[in-house]
T-cell receptor, first 113, second 111 residues
Framework: SAVISQKPSRDICQRGTSLTIQCQVD?????MFWYRQQPGQSLTLIAT?????????ESGFVIDKFPISRPNLTFSTLTVSNMSPEDSSIYLC??????????FGPGTRLLVL | TQLLEQSPQFLSIQEGENLTVYCNSS?????LQWYRQEPGEGPVLLVT?????EVKKLKRLTFQFGDARKDSSLHITAAQPGDTGLYLC???????????FGQGTILTVHP
């Protein structure tokens, strides 16, 4: 099974600033995703990170706010831009191995003051 | 838009009791996955079911995929405090498709 790591694990940021979250997978995965989650609640898909091309965003999420890169099959970044307190959340990276099996990183806990 | 209804939302039981969590949809899924998440951690994959009627067992956990591949259940026998956590079901409508997540079930097992 793929092992996924994220950096940073948590951060406290001031409003108006930006934070870039890194995601590293220990093996090549077919697809990578970024999710957002409030504690104790379900996951909301932000976007699918596409290797070498622009990410595919879900309704309600835009590239200007959440720029994503995926330069190769094992690495991706998500930037939360011009942050506001409403962006406080857990951000999760995920990788799909094969057709169905999907694994998650430990998450990045973001608090925006 | 596919929906996956997960129930119950909260479950508080005593150690040794049995429980079942349900995920239901009007849509067909090519596969369904169950995850368990503890506070401060990411979701950990428990099982993937892909065949209608499939039953998989993982120690005290039994997972079932409905014959029509529209629903699934997770049954825990003799629950232990270590089973406490957020349980999530997630279905993919097609191979390589995006996952649709249920609302989650917060399970608390009291010693």
């Amino acid at each position: 099974s793929a092992v996924i790591s994220q950096k940073p694990s948590r951060d406290i940021c001031q409003r108006g600033t930006s934070l870039t979250i890194q995601c590293q997978v220990d093996s090549q995965v077919t697809m990578m995703f970024w999710y957002r989650q409030q504690p104790g609640q379900s996951l909301t898909l932000i976007a699918t990170a596409n290797q070498g091309s622009e990410a595919t965003y879900e309704s309600g999420f835009v590239i200007d706010k959440f720029p994503i890169s995926r330069p190769n099959l094992t690495f991706s970044t998500l930037t939360v831009s011009n942050m506001s307190p409403e962006d406080s959340s857990i951000y999760l990276c995920s990788g799909r191995e094969g057709e169905e099996t999907q694994y998650f990183g430990p998450g990045t806990r973001l608090l925006v003051l | 838009t596919q929906l996956l209804e997960q129930s119950p939302q909260f479950l508080s039981i005593q150690e040794g009791e049995n429980l079942t969590v349900y995920c239901n949809s009007s849509s067909v899924f090519s596969s369904l996955q169950w995850y368990r998440q503890e506070p401060g951690e990411g979701p950990v994959l428990l099982v993937t079911v892909v065949t209608g009627g499939e039953v998989k067992k993982l120690k005290r956990l039994t997972f079932q995929f409905g014959d029509a591949r529209k629903d699934s259940s997770l049954h825990i026998t003799a629950a232990q405090p270590g089973d406490t956590g957020l349980y999530l079901c997630a279905g993919a409508s097609t191979s390589y498709g995006k996952l649709t997540f249920g609302q989650g079930t917060i399970l608390t097992v009291h010693p």
